[in-house]
């Protein structure tokens, strides 16, 4: 008779193997580059301007650009080196002004 814990254990490697092969390109190496040519390859192709900003305790630069129009988004890192690194991107966009609404990630 097999041990019913040692299929349990099976089982949620399987379930979190299944899991992590699903997520894989979450994990993806970020495409990098000169800052001076992703940027505006950002506003020129996608439309996106930037939206925020932010210094990262790394010292790297987070910047968040958009299109208000059409919703898409990406996330650059760009390093103290100048290289800008495009770490994410998506579309449904929307601005947020944070004193209007403290609560909104309430309410999603």
């Given at each position: 008779?097999?041990?019913?814990?040692?299929l349990?254990?099976?089982?949620?490697?399987?379930?979190?193997?299944?899991t992590?092969?699903?997520?894989?390109?979450?994990f993806?190496?970020?495409t990098?580059g000169?800052?001076a040519?992703?940027m505006p390859w950002l506003?020129?192709?996608?439309?996106?301007?930037i939206?925020?900003i932010?210094?990262m305790a790394?010292?790297?630069?987070?910047?968040?650009t958009?299109?208000p129009?059409?919703?898409?988004?990406?996330?650059?890192?760009?390093r103290?080196?100048?290289?800008?690194c495009?770490?994410?991107h998506?579309?449904?966009?929307q601005?947020?002004?944070?004193?209007?609404?403290p609560?909104?990630?309430?309410?999603y």
């Amino acid at each position: 008779m097999k041990d019913p814990v040692l299929l349990i254990m099976l089982g949620l490697w399987v379930a979190i193997g299944s899991t992590l092969a699903m997520c894989a390109p979450a994990f993806a190496e970020p495409t990098c580059g000169p800052r001076a040519e992703l940027m505006p390859w950002l506003a020129d192709q996608q439309g996106e301007g930037i939206a925020a900003i932010g210094m990262m305790a790394s010292g790297d630069l987070l910047v968040t650009t958009a299109d208000p129009d059409d919703g898409s988004w990406s996330t650059v890192v760009i390093r103290p080196d100048d290289t800008a690194c495009l770490v994410t991107h998506g579309d449904v966009w929307q601005a947020y002004d944070p004193l209007s609404d403290p609560n909104i990630i309430e309410e999603y």
